[in-house]
């Protein structure tokens, strides 16, 4: 079946320092989101990217879409406190079903 | 109001037992979704409907079954509790290919 897989699986970083995530899909996706969980929350929707490409930034967050449309990354810059939590990437092999990556887990170190 | 609620947040149970979750959304979003999330924080798709109606199984053993009474609920329920079984489960709601809203997990620990 579909794969979407996430490295690293871990992440400390001292705050201020940079951090990427990188998703990879074993199929094309159609579009490809990306989520945070907080320490004991919920999955929270971040973003939506769309097209071949595709580059979105949300303050120090920078999302981007390969051209083949299958991997995905997030990069953080200059990271803060407040940005612990596993961080997702998902996508739909299908109508009805997003596959969740399988998740990197940011430790911020004050 | 929130939008998509889930109860209960915590549920402890011994094994051999059956107990029920329920999901309750009020966007009006067709699909809803089932996740179970393990201790290594995967997240798991393991049941998808749409407009009531199941649309995806993905390999969840026959003793954990959905129900959708109508478009605003979707109830797990498991029947034979096994150790292996306890996780955080999350409903999720969706309209197609928008962002999904979750609720807040019900963390199932089966003693």
């Known amino acids: 079946g579909q794969q979407v897989m996430q490295i690293p699986q871990y992440q400390h970083v001292q705050e201020g320092e940079d951090f990427t995530t990188y998703c990879n899909s074993s199929t094309t996706l159609s579009n490809i989101q990306w989520y945070k969980q907080r320490p004991g929350g919920h999955p929270v929707f971040l973003i939506q990217?769309?097209?071949?490409?595709e580059v979105k930034k949300q303050k120090r967050l920078t999302f981007q879409f390969g051209e083949a449309k299958k991997n995905s990354s997030l990069h953080i810059t200059a990271t803060q406190t407040t940005d612990v939590g596993t961080y997702f990437c998902?996508?739909?092999?299908?109508?009805?079903?997003?596959?969740f990556g399988t998740g990197t887990r940011l430790k911020v170190l004050a | 109001d929130t939008a998509v609620s889930q109860t209960p947040k915590y549920l402890v149970t011994q094994m051999g037992n059956d107990k029920s979750i329920k999901c309750e959304q009020n966007?009006?979003?067709?699909?809803m979704y089932w996740y179970k999330q393990d201790s290594k924080k995967f997240l798991k798709i393991m049941f998808s409907?749409?407009?009531?109606?199941?649309?995806i199984n993905e390999t969840v053993p026959n003793r954990f079954s959905p129900k959708s009474p109508d478009k605003a609920h979707l109830n797990l329920h498991i029947n034979s509790l096994e150790l292996g079984d306890s996780a955080v489960y999350f409903c999720a709601v969706q309209a197609l290919n928008t962002e999904a809203f979750f609720g807040q997990g019900t963390r199932l620990t089966v003693v």
């Open positions: 990217l769309v097209k071949s490409g």
């Open positions: 409907y749409n407009n009531k109606e199941l649309i």
């Open positions: 966007l009006g979003h067709d699909t």
């Open positions: 998902a996508g739909p092999p299908g109508t009805y079903k997003y596959i």
